[in-house]
């Protein structure tokens, strides 16, 4: 009697240990997810940052102002679309953009405000920016 208590036992402790292992294993699979997570918001901020900052300085300083920058096709392999809107589209007194990332499971979008006077397209790529006549022209 005592031997079959005893493997009854061990095949229920073996069981709990199975069902714990198996409930760290899933906590640390989503604490995983979420880090990738927030390392895909942060590639975004920080490229619509970038983008921002090229539209500011060139709406700061006077006509006559040309620069090329390049945007990456991808962020570390991550797909992601830019747009900008300008005021005149919004009939606002500013102009946005935004960047907005999108995967089967996920989805994130930043939206930036710039100065009113920026018309143009943004592209993955080569990106010309000029000022002419108070105004900040991208690719065009």
């Known amino acids: 009697m005592k031997k079959a208590q005893s493997s009854v036992e061990v095949a ?3 069981g709990f240990m199975f069902l714990v292992f198996n409930i760290f294993l899933l906590v640390i699979a989503q604490r995983m997810v979420d880090v990738q ?3 895909d918001r ?3 901020e920080d490229m619509s940052s970038v983008i921002e900052s090229e539209i500011t300085l060139a709406s700061g300083v006077e006509d006559g102002y040309s620069r090329t920058f390049q945007i990456p096709k991808t962020l570390k392999g991550i797909n992601y679309s830019v747009k900008l809107i ?3 589209t919004m ?3 500013y102009s946005k953009l935004v960047l907005k990332y999108v995967n089967f499971t996920k989805s994130y979008e ?3 405000t710039l100065p009113k ?3 143009g397209v943004i592209y993955k790529g080569e990106n010309n920016i000029v000022k002419k006549d ?3 022209y991208l690719n065009t």
């Open 12 to 14: 229920l402790l073996i």
């Open 42 to 44: 942060e590639l975004i």
């Open 110 to 112: 930043t939206v930036k």
């Open 86 to 88: 300008n005021s005149s």
């Open 91 to 93: 009939k606002t007194n």
């Open 117 to 119: 006077n920026v018309d």
């Open 37 to 39: 997570k927030q390392k």
């Open 134 to 136: 108070g105004t900040v």
